[in-house]
């Protein structure tokens, strides 16, 4: 990978971690009027409902679960129609566990909690099991979901736009 879009990066600090790869962080006009200069980043406006910037890989974290599904499949779609024919996005997010065995109880309780915090603050945001992010993956186009790692309340999931 040389290059990745990151979806709502804020001031691009998790870009700037790896000057190695060239970072494209694309945020609100507000939030990148403020965002500093960095090694290997370059700051660019908009807004992720409109369109977001071409790339073969394209970075979100902790956006999806702000939004409903409605929200989530435009931009999921507009990620789809930037990425080259094998481009994907990567989605780190908390995935609501299917068992709530002594592994993920506390897993779930965690991710539960995060819900309720969701449901207060956003509109429509809430946690996703995978299955409810296979499917908006695939209304959204891609044609294959992937979980790459979980760690504590982390998951990584790589959405492909080709398999």
């Not at 962080?25 to 071409?54: C, Q, R, T, W, Y």
């Not at 930037?82 to 908390?94: A, M, R, Y």
Request: glycine share 8%.
């Amino acid at each position: 990978m040389t290059e990745i879009i990151d979806v709502a990066g804020g001031t691009g600090a998790t870009l700037a971690k790896y000057p190695q790869i060239k970072g494209i962080n694309f945020d609100l006009p507000h939030v990148i009027k403020n965002a500093a200069p960095l090694p290997g980043v370059e700051h660019i406006e908009g807004d992720m409902f409109e369109s977001v910037p071409k790339g073969a890989v394209t970075f979100m974290k902790w956006i999806l679960h702000d939004w409903s599904n409605e929200h989530c499949l435009k931009l999921l779609r507009n990620c789809w129609n930037t990425l080259p024919e094998f481009g994907k996005v990567v989605i780190v997010e908390s995935v609501v566990p299917k068992y709530t065995n002594t592994g993920s109880s506390s897993k779930l309780s965690n991710v539960m909690g995060d819900d309720m915090v969701l449901l207060a603050l956003y509109q429509g945001g809430k946690e996703r099991s995978l299955k409810e992010f296979e499917a908006l993956a695939k209304q959204s186009g891609f044609a294959a979901v992937e979980l790459i790692c979980n760690a504590a309340t982390y998951s990584v999931l790589e959405f492909h736009k080709k398999e």
